[in-house]
Each structure stands twice: as C-alpha cells, then as structure tokens.
Nanobody
Framework: QVQLVESGGGSVQAGGSLRLSCAAF????????MAWFRQAPGKEREFVSA???????TYADSVKGRFTISQDNAKNTLYLQMNSLKPEDTAMYYC??????????????????WGQGTQVTVSS
C-alpha cells in the first residue's frame, strides 16, 4: 500500500519562502515520476514540477526559477523549495507519484498515487 504524506505548508507574505515535503511509504518502483501539483479554489489542478528516478526535473513556466524540486532517496522523501512566493501561488499543494509514466507527465490524470495535500497561502 503506497502512502504519500505532505507537510510544510503554511502562510507567508509575498516574497517569502516555504519548503514542502512528501514522505513516501510502501513505494518501491525502480523507475518513477514524482510530482507536485496545486489547486486553487475554483480552478483546475495544475502541474508545478516533477522529478524522475534519474533526477531529471521539469517545471511549469509559472514557477521556473523560483521553485526547486528535489528528492532524498535514502529518506524516500520529495521536496519542493518555494522562493519568491507570490499571492498567485496560493493553493492546496499535492504530491503525486507513478511508476509507469516516463518522461514525467504534466497531466494529473496520469498519476496513480496522491497525498492528502498541504495548504500554501501567500498574502500581499
């Protein structure tokens, strides 16, 4: 049973930083994509960033240069370092994983496993 548990969300002012974590339990794929998505109220879930088992990363244009995705394989943990946060980054952030899709998809429908989400609120 695969379980993804996010943490690290919170409220910050514009220009601030947060680091999200996603601990993966029971996940043993040798090839995989792990990704961050976000969803603001009234909006569709959108791709933020992804990383595969080789460490290759991809970012949405809206976060490129501000967010950094990384992973600690020894801890089975995915991270998202978010700098220079903007009010438009406010959303529920979700961790997702799948062992079948390479290169990493930007479509949330392609991911099998999901965390419960962690809220990020950026005030102006």
């Amino acid at each position: 049973q695969v379980q993804l548990v996010e943490s690290g969300g919170g409220s910050v002012q514009a220009g601030g930083s947060l680091r999200l974590s996603c601990a993966a339990f029971g996940y043993s794929y040798s090839t995989y994509c792990m990704a961050w998505f976000r969803q603001a109220p009234g909006k569709e879930r959108e791709f933020v960033s992804a990383i595969d088992n080789d460490g290759s990363t991809t970012y949405a244009d809206s976060v490129k240069g501000r967010f950094t995705i990384s992973q600690d394989n020894a801890k089975n943990t995915l991270y998202l370092q978010m700098n220079s946060l903007k009010p438009e980054d406010t959303a529920m952030y979700y961790c997702a994983a799948d062992g079948r899709i390479l290169p990493c998809s930007w479509s949330w429908t392609e991911y099998k496993y999901w965390g419960q989400g962690t809220q990020v609120t950026v005030s102006s």
